[in-house]
């Protein structure tokens, strides 16, 4: 047996929606989480979305070099930023190595 939403209880779905419906099996249960099971949840999510945001960072570098850099990056129709976080994301993936 379903149980009807009030909210979707007048809904009327189309075609493609009731082929979702039928597909849902019918020992389909909802999983109830305790306040504090939520609450985790709630806070890996906060973590993964910090984790995968972008950070405003401010360097000193040579003046040549910027200016070098940003004609690489002209060159390439990119802001010279872009081409930056570029370098930093390959060099943080293994991708490029540097030696100092």
Known sequence: M???NKETENQ???HYEQEIEASIPEDFRPIYMSDKEKEQFKKIAQKHTQYKSSKR???RIKNEDLIKVKIKAKESNIPYQTLLS????KFAKNDVNITL
Do not use: E, R, S, V
């Open 57 to 59: 960072i401010n360097i």
């Open 2 to 4: 379903k149980k009807i």
């Open 12 to 14: 009327i779905l189309d």
């Open 86 to 89: 570029a370098l930093i994301h």
